[in-house]
């Protein structure tokens, strides 16, 4: 899968781009008994369309190990991208922005397809919101990893969110607002990246707002500094449900962990002591095991590269259709060494690496220097001798300007009398056109 660079943000789309008509798609998965879902993000709108479900002929869904063999995946991958493509073409009449949140994309009895629009709220709070609330259009979004974790600038301060647009992650926000909840009725609050807000769109709850999750990776350094903050997070009735190692981040402030939804909160000191035996303990007598020889991977949305991307409308209005695959090749070539770098996918590399090179002044053959060709090289006009044996009426004689060495005017050069037009008079013999 493709993925795009993490310093290739919806804030610098924004500066160089006509960012209103982009269309992103940031999300998408397939459940064999609900469908196919597509996650699409405009301008700050985000819309969520499913699809009827793709079933594989021949295939016993109940029975799991058979329904995702691999041998299988090839089919399903090309029915999800399928109507993804139907879905470009209806770019221009999707409805972002209205309080419609959800569509349903139906086959036609002509086989065309249509989309009914609905509303759908799926964050279920399980305790009254403890926080203040926030627009989602007071923040500027500037990078969606995916349909779950956003990035954006709020008050001038950058913040991570959680967001809940469809019914698998909502469950998670609004655990991760209950845990955050607890720690901070705990008193441990300052163990996590706190949370700031609860975001809201078209007067419903979508998503919770946090400190930006910065830090590096742990190490095996870190054991005391890891073990103390569990201890201390254990004594004031806390049990951390998910402590894998990319739960664990170190900040300037200290030990910081991640996954606050499976956070529970337990009155009975020895019922929590027993649990935490499994969740606490024994995790972190793996992480910092004799096998641990490298700094783990974190979760946080920094430190992952973006499964969103751009789709483009199709048919392309006003782009032409190649006659030829060298025209159409030809022109792919000229985008890519107009465009820049940083916008361009991995397959294309070569074409920038050789870009870099022109722009360096260096040989467009190779690197080789045995291979590269001189820079200048000496080139010779004949021209026919005046004394040639041929009858004197066969040739006209021009008064034709034929530079021994045709270099370019130079107009800085200021010391050749000679005019832009003027090179030095040779006679050239030319056949007659009656000839």
Not at 145 to 167: P, Q, R, S, T, Y
Not at 191 to 214: D, N, Q, R, W
Request: charge should be positive; proline fraction near 5%; glycine fraction near 6%.
């Amino acid at each position: 899968m493709e993925y795009a660079s993490k310093d290739l943000t919806i804030r610098k789309l924004r500066q160089t781009t006509d960012f209103k008509n982009l269309t992103f798609r940031i999300g998408g998965y397939t459940e064999h008994d609900q469908g196919r879902f597509y996650h699409l993000w405009k301008n700050g709108e985000v819309l969520s369309i499913q699809a009827e479900p793709y079933r594989r002929p021949g295939i016993d869904y109940s029975q799991s190990s058979e329904c995702w063999s691999t041998r299988n995946f090839s089919s399903d991958k090309e029915a999800f991208f399928y109507l993804q493509e139907v879905l470009q073409t209806m770019l221009d009449n999707l409805q972002f922005g209205s309080e419609n949140n959800w569509a349903h994309l139906v086959r036609q009895k002509d086989n065309t397809y249509s989309l009914i629009y609905t509303r759908k709220e799926f964050v279920q709070l399980k305790c009254p919101v403890w926080t203040k609330k926030v627009n989602l259009d007071d923040i500027e979004v500037t990078r969606i990893v995916d349909c779950a974790l956003w990035e954006g600038i709020h008050e001038g301060m950058e913040v991570d969110l959680f967001m809940g647009v469809h019914a698998v992650w909502s469950r998670f926000v609004a655990a991760e607002s209950l845990g955050h909840k607890l720690m901070n009725e705990a008193g441990v609050s300052h163990y996590t990246f706190k949370l700031l807000a609860h975001v809201y769109k078209s007067g419903m709850i979508i998503g919770v707002m946090c400190e930006p999750i910065i830090g590096r990776r742990v190490c095996p350094t870190d054991r005391a500094a890891v073990f103390a903050a569990v201890a201390d997070i254990q004594r004031h009735g806390i049990l951390l449900g998910s402590l894998l190692p990319y739960d664990i981040l170190i900040t300037h402030e200290g030990v910081r962990f991640l996954n606050i939804s499976a956070v529970r909160f337990h009155k009975d000191h020895d019922q929590l002591a027993a649990k935490a035996e499994t969740y606490h303990w024994a995790e972190l007598a793996k992480t910092f095991g004799s096998g641990m020889i490298a700094p783990h991977t974190p979760l946080g949305s920094r430190a992952r590269d973006a499964l969103s991307y751009v789709i483009p409308r199709l048919p392309s209005p006003g782009r032409p259709v190649y006659t030829t695959p060298e025209l159409a090749m030809m022109r792919f070539v000229w985008s890519v060494m107009t465009s820049q770098g940083e916008y361009a996918r991995s397959d294309v590399l070569p074409l920038l690496k050789f870009r870099e090179q022109q722009q360096k002044g260096m040989s467009a053959i190779t690197d080789n220097s045995k291979h590269r060709r001189r820079a200048k090289i000496g080139r010779k006009v004949l021209i026919a001798p005046l004394d040639c044996l041929e009858s004197e009426g066969r040739f006209e004689e021009l008064d034709q300007i034929v530079p021994a060495v045709d270099e370019p005017y130079n107009p800085k050069s200021r010391s050749s009398p000679r005019t832009p037009y003027e090179r030095p008079k040779k006679k050239l013999l030319l056949p007659r056109d009656d000839e």
